[in-house]
């Protein structure tokens, strides 16, 4: 997936490193201290200064921010992964007794870890699951007995009990990837070298499948499941353990894209299988076996190789269940496996809701106890819910704001609990009927927008929620919402990191605007302090692609802030293509992207030049990836309209991108070559002529370099002036305590240089 930005600030991401900024004409280097013009004019009389020195800094402006919040199989504990105080991107293992109410760490990551280098599948895996940047626990599994936790640490695994005695249960120089325990904890399994290693817990693992040549992986998820897909895995424990469906990938029809790494100190050449789009996939095969390899079974998918297999399950009833996507994305049959001889027939179909549309995967599905099915669709336009009995559906939901994710069933209460748009600009969880007769209820506080996750058996809530003035809290709460105790109230009170900056701190406004077609489009402002009669340069950032809804009511983060502490208005709108909105507001980048966005934009820049308070001259757009690529489809559309531009690690031409996020809005480009042609950013790159500041990390391996150096290449070759920021070593995340700063003090002096500044 297109990353929204490279490094994290809550909402607002970004990304950098080292300086060497390079104009067509030449080299310029921006090796001079970072600029706080007008800044100071802007803070408040007595609040310390909010640098994006600070911004970035440990501890976090926005309090604690755990991760991956699990309750126990017994229900007794809750255990996330708390980041320090002293480096907020290290993560350690914490518990909370729900009986006695206290908190305590289960594993301290810098007490076990090797400190050892990660493998390159590892990294890149990271990559995928957007962690890279994160250091110490980053993922764990609780044994099914509630008596410990399985937890990965460079490259091993340990098991921790909960009595504090840690077990060490790997010791290798490879990456242990995927780790899992089975669902009844009495095998541990991992991929090692392309295979798929099983083993009794605490004693010695084996490889259950066979060695092959490189191009072959067993029990890994193939690059697109992984960075489009949202699968991670490639192996699936029944759920007696007594049986495995292990993928077995075969990557030889991939073409190889060699990609040079180039690092502060040297350069490192890969070459790595990236299915671009029109490009041959990988083809992907289901076994099921035991747990030591035997009695292995194909599973019959079809004879079309050229599929996507979405989704793997064991279902209630013995059954395996597999979510079979056409290439073109259009059409998902729901594949019903008998486990022992691997036959398959198709249980439902599911088809895109417009023809001129694709279908969104999810995980927002549960088998039940009877064998039922609940399942999320788009069919009527808006994602609801759904129950299939095999032969019935049973529509459960009516929403015209969508359900955006499933959140935990109680099939003894006949309940199950989602999250689901609300007024556009918030989300809340609701408690709905399996029955499909009772309507649904509200059970979060409609004063925040909210997350949820839930235990196993439906009866309580981890809530996650975060408002304009406040930065995300999060609580247990029962079914109806009741809150029954804190997690991380993360309060604004004398101890939080944020409190020295409320002073200055200003709550974003709302409002519409009309699309060209008239679609009401959302906008969010921050305003700096104003003096009257004066007009202020505004900083545009926008994403503009499918997927992310950047203008909502949480929080903001403290980037912003700092953008708006000097002197510039910051400003969002969501155009048409973006996400929550139903399928007619996606539906527009349907082979066009690169069009419909640019002129929403078009309408919000429009917008801002009525303002009376805003500097018509002195409009500046900042995007990262599909933002990136938005920023030279603008700049390139219309010349003028925008004081400058940054582009961030930008897609520039869709034939470079990945088959099944490219083909699902594009479709195949040896079929529709014209929509790849008219959405590339490379024909008319020669139209910019507003200031233009590139950025991209020379690693990248997910818009690999070569859109830039492209770019780059023909701006020079046409005399084209522009900026360039390159940061050696990065990949598409650039981030860091001192590399984000130095990316964003880096964009100011850009902008300041070509006088987009406040007013004095």
């Known amino acids: 997936m297109i990353a929204r930005d490279a490094s994290t600030n809550n909402k607002v991401l970004s990304p950098m490193r080292l300086p060497i900024l390079a104009a067509a004409a030449g080299i310029v280097l921006l090796t001079q201290a970072p600029t706080q013009a007008n800044a100071d004019a802007h803070m408040t009389e007595g609040s310390p200064e909010l640098t994006f020195e600070r911004v970035f800094a440990s501890p976090s402006l926005n309090g604690p921010t755990p ?7 017994d229900g007794r504990y809750l255990t996330l992964l708390r980041n320090r105080a002293d480096d907020s991107t290290r993560y350690d293992l914490w518990g909370f007794d729900l009986e006695t109410r206290e908190w305590r760490m289960l594993v301290d990551s810098e007490a076990i870890g090797s400190g050892r280098e990660l493998s390159e599948d590892e990294k890149m895996q990271r990559e995928r699951a957007r962690v890279g940047n994160l250091s110490g626990i980053i993922s764990y599994q609780w044994a099914s007995d509630a008596s410990g936790v399985l937890v990965p640490i460079d490259g ?13 249960l790997t010791d290798t120089e490879e990456s242990e990837l995927n780790p899992k325990l089975s669902n009844t904890s009495a095998y541990v399994s991992f991929v090692r070298d392309r295979q798929l290693w099983v083993g009794p817990v605490g004693a010695a693992a084996a490889p259950i499948t066979p060695k092959e040549h490189d191009a072959i992986r067993w029990g890994e998820a193939e690059f697109v499941a992984q960075e489009e897909m949202g699968r991670l895995t490639g192996y699936w424990w029944s759920p007696d353990d007594a049986r495995l469906v292990v993928q077995r990938t075969d990557e030889s029809p991939v073409g190889i894209v060699t990609r040079a790494a180039i690092g502060a100190t040297g350069t490192q050449v890969f070459d790595q299988r990236y ?6 996939n990988a083809i992907v095969e289901l076994f099921v076996m035991d747990p030591d390899g035997g009695n292995q079974v194909k599973i019959d998918i079809g004879d079309e190789t050229d599929i996507y297999i979405a989704r793997v399950d064991w279902g209630t009833d013995g059954m395996i269940y597999v979510q079979r996507q056409n290439r073109e994305q259009t059409v998902l049959d729901m594949l019903r496996v008998d486990p022992a001889t691997g036959e398959s027939a198709v249980w439902f179909t599911e088809t895109a809701a417009r023809e001129e549309y694709w279908i969104n995967l999810s995980d927002n599905y549960r088998f039940l106890a009877d064998g039922s099915l609940l399942w999320w669709s788009e069919r009527d336009g808006y994602g609801n819910f759904y129950r299939f009995d095999g032969s019935e559906w049973n529509q459960l939901t009516s929403l015209i704001e969508p359900a955006t994710a499933l959140v935990g069933v109680n099939e003894d209460e006949n309940q199950f609990f989602f999250r689901a748009a609300d007024g556009v600009l918030t989300q809340q969880v609701f408690s709905g009927s399996l029955s499909g007769n009772a309507g649904t209820e509200r059970v979060t506080d409609p004063a925040f927008t909210n997350s949820a996750s839930m235990d196993g058996t439906g009866q309580t809530l981890l809530i996650s929620r975060s408002a304009t003035g406040q930065p995300t809290q999060s609580y247990l709460s029962d079914a109806s919402g009741n809150r029954i105790t804190w997690v991380e109230e993360n309060t604004l009170d004398a101890d939080h990191p944020y409190t020295p900056f409320l002073a200055s701190h200003v709550a974003p406004e709302f409002g519409t605007i009309a699309a060209e077609d008239g679609t ?15 007009q202020y340069p505004v900083f545009y950032y926008h994403y503009s692609g499918p997927g992310p809804q950047l203008v909502d009511k949480g929080w903001e983060g403290a ?7 000097r002197g510039y208005i910051w400003f969002e709108l969501d155009n048409r293509g973006t996400a929550n909105r139903g399928v007619d507001f996606e539906q527009p980048l349907y082979r066009a992207m690169g069009g419909v966005e640019v002129d929403d934009q078009r309408s919000g820049a429009e917008f801002l030049k009525t303002l009376d308070f805003v500097d018509a001259d002195k409009i500046a757009i900042y995007g990262w990836s599909y933002g990136g690529y938005m920023t030279l489809k603008q700049l390139e559309a219309d010349p003028g309209l925008y004081a400058a531009g940054i582009a961030g690690a930008p897609v520039t031409r ?7 996020y490219t083909e699902r809005f594009m479709g195949d480009p040896r079929e529709v070559p014209e929509a790849y042609e008219a959405a590339s950013a490379i024909p008319e790159a020669t139209k910019i002529a507003d200031p233009l500041l590139l950025i991209h990390g020379m690693a990248d391996d997910n818009v690999v370099f070569e859109n830039s150096s492209e770019l780059i290449s023909v701006l020079q070759a046409n005399n084209v002036p522009f900026e360039m920021m390159l940061y050696p070593g990065y990949t598409h995340r650039v981030s860091g305590e001192q590399i984000s700063p130095h990316l964003w003090n880096t964009m100011f002096r850009f902008l300041e240089s070509h006088g987009v500044t406040p007013p004095k």
């Open 67 to 73: 991760r991956q919040a699990k309750f126990s199989p």
């Open 156 to 168: 091993d695994l340990y098991f921790a009990r909960l009595d504090g005695d840690v077990t060490r």
């Open 275 to 280: 299915p671009v789009a029109g490009s041959d």
């Open 520 to 534: 009401e489009l959302h906008y969010s402002m921050l305003k700096p302090e104003m003096e009257p009669g004066k």
């Open 559 to 565: 980037l912003a802030q700092a953008v708006v502490d």
């Open 654 to 660: 869709w034939e470079l991108y990945d088959t099944h």
